[in-house]
């Protein structure tokens, strides 16, 4: 989240950051409750971590078209592709739609000469506070598509549950694609034509959609998506830093919240001023895991009944709420997305196709074959 200080103060209501909310929930019992106030920082138990997978092993060309990205899906859904920065590489980064911009670890940054033109900026994660800077990166690419040059913060990047991650790739980059389609069970990350980054909000659409067939095959249109679009202009190189948050609305009946859209979250969370409103039950005992990629939290575990995710109904599940930032209410987290594979994150229209679901596809695979 942003602070209040420098490049974080948040201007025309943009909060969201990268890594919102957890990545993984490390099951861990603790002591606490539900509160709209951070509660004191526990840190979960060291356990068996998440080791990244290498399914690139050089910078160079692939075989398949460079609109279609390899990833790895590893955890309860986190998301991940390789990144090579000025021929090197390739480093692990976390697709992360939640993420408004995106983070290169610092320690890469170092080691890759990358020349800081703003910073170091003290910034509140959370119950955490970390240091920030900014560098423009010129040549990078991710698989075999080229990205275009951006701005990117620097800062560190220690994820306990995915070590060697060496960055985030956020909706700032991953817009300037227009759309992007993720399919969990092939593990691709599809891109559509590349353009100029946003540069304003987008207004949440109704389908149908203006993307090309191969991006939508195999899901329909789900629900608006508007996505909050703040540029700032860093000094004294009069580089532009923009942050992208794609929304949704998730209604129960009459009562309809915003959340963010956030792949880079292993769980759908809720915060406390929506469980509060819903009146949930606690499902278990609250547990500890980390936000923001590093920072421990509490976080308290709800039976979530069935929610309308647009035209989608979400099946009742328990989901997690712990202190959220201001800005926002919760985060709908890849563990609830991986369940209507495939996803289109359609920014240019401000759309959100999913996949038939589960549930659906159980029901497909249950029909009688006809004799013909």
Same mark, same amino acid.
């Given at each position: 989240?942003?602070?209040?200080?420098?490049?974080?103060?948040?201007?025309?209501?943009?909060?969201?950051?990268?890594?919102?909310?957890?990545?993984?929930? +490390?099951?861990?019992?603790?002591?606490?409750?539900?509160?709209?106030?951070?509660?004191?920082?526990?840190?979960?138990?060291?356990?068996?971590?998440?080791? #990244?997978?290498?399914?690139?092993?050089?910078?160079?060309?692939?075989?398949?078209?460079?609109?279609?990205?390899?990833?790895?899906?590893?955890?309860?859904?986190?998301?991940?592709?390789?990144?090579?920065?000025?021929?090197?590489?390739?480093?692990?980064?976390?697709?992360?739609?939640?993420?408004?911009?995106?983070?290169?670890?610092?320690? #890469?940054?170092? !080691?890759?000469?990358?020349?800081?033109?703003?910073?170091?900026?003290?910034?509140?994660?959370?119950?955490?506070? !970390?240091?920030?800077?900014?560098?423009?990166?010129?040549?990078?690419?991710?698989?075999?598509?080229?990205?275009?040059?951006?701005?990117?913060?620097?800062?560190?990047?220690?994820?306990?549950?995915?070590?060697?991650?060496?960055? +985030?790739?956020?909706?700032?980059?991953?817009?300037?694609?227009?759309?992007?389609?993720?399919?969990?069970?092939?593990?691709?990350?599809?891109?559509?034509?590349?353009?100029?980054?946003?540069?304003?909000?987008?207004?949440?659409?109704?389908?149908?959609?203006?993307?090309?067939?191969?991006?939508?095959?195999?899901?329909?249109?789900?629900?608006?998506?508007?996505?909050?679009?703040?540029?700032?202009?860093?000094?004294?190189?009069?580089? !532009?830093?923009?942050?992208? !948050?794609?929304?949704?609305?998730?209604?129960?009946?009459?009562?309809?919240?915003?959340?963010?859209?956030?792949?880079?979250?292993?769980?759908?969370?809720?915060?406390?001023?929506? +469980?509060?409103?819903?009146?949930?039950?606690?499902?278990?005992?609250?547990?500890?895991?980390?936000?923001?990629?590093?920072?421990?939290?509490?976080?308290?575990?709800?039976?979530?009944?069935?929610?309308?995710?647009?035209?989608?109904?979400?099946?009742?599940?328990?989901?997690?709420?712990?202190?959220?930032?201001?800005?926002?209410?919760?985060?709908?987290?890849?563990?609830?997305?991986?369940?209507?594979?495939?996803?289109?994150?359609?920014?240019?229209?401000?759309?959100?196709?999913?996949?038939?679901?589960?549930?659906?596809?159980?029901?497909?695979?249950?029909?009688?074959?006809?004799?013909?």
């Amino acid at each position: 989240m942003k602070a209040e200080e420098g490049a974080y103060a948040v201007s025309a209501g943009l909060k969201a950051r990268h890594a919102l909310v957890v990545i993984i929930v +490390v099951a861990a019992l603790i002591t606490g409750c539900s509160s709209s106030q951070p509660q004191a920082p526990v840190a979960p138990p060291v356990g068996p971590s998440i080791q #990244l997978p290498v399914f690139e092993k050089s910078c160079a060309s692939q075989p398949g078209p460079p609109s279609v990205v390899p990833i790895r899906v590893v955890g309860s859904g986190a998301i991940v592709a390789n990144i090579c920065i000025s021929g090197e590489g390739p480093f692990p980064f976390l697709v992360d739609t939640g993420g408004s911009t995106t983070l290169v670890d610092s320690s #890469l940054a170092a !080691r890759l000469h990358l020349a800081l033109v703003d910073g170091p900026r003290t910034v509140s994660s959370f119950t955490c506070k !970390r240091q920030i800077s900014f560098a423009a990166v010129s040549r990078w690419s991710v698989g075999n598509m080229t990205l275009l040059p951006q701005t990117v913060e620097v800062g560190t990047v220690q994820s306990p549950v995915l070590p060697n991650l060496d960055g +985030v790739l956020g909706s700032d980059t991953l817009s300037s694609f227009g759309a992007v389609r993720i399919d969990y069970r092939q593990q691709t990350l599809t891109l559509g034509p590349q353009s100029a980054p946003l540069r304003s909000d987008v207004a949440g659409g109704s389908g149908p959609p203006s993307v090309s067939a191969s991006l939508t095959e195999g899901t329909s249109f789900a629900s608006p998506m508007p996505v909050k679009v703040v540029s700032e202009t860093l000094s004294p190189h009069h580089l !532009r830093l923009t942050e992208v !948050r794609p929304t949704i609305e998730l209604s129960f009946g009459p009562n309809q919240f915003t959340l963010t859209l956030d792949t880079g979250a292993g769980t759908t969370n809720l915060g406390p001023s929506v +469980v509060k409103k819903l009146g949930l039950e606690l499902a278990g005992p609250p547990g500890a895991a980390y936000a923001g990629l590093d920072c421990p939290v509490v976080v308290n575990h709800y039976t979530m009944g069935p929610a309308m995710l647009g035209k989608v109904q979400l099946p009742e599940q328990t989901v997690g709420s712990n202190f959220i930032p201001p800005g926002t209410v919760g985060v709908i987290g890849s563990g609830t997305l991986i369940n209507y594979n495939p996803v289109l994150v359609d920014y240019t229209d401000g759309e959100l196709f999913l996949g038939p679901g589960k549930q659906a596809q159980a029901a497909a695979s249950e029909r009688p074959i006809s004799s013909g």
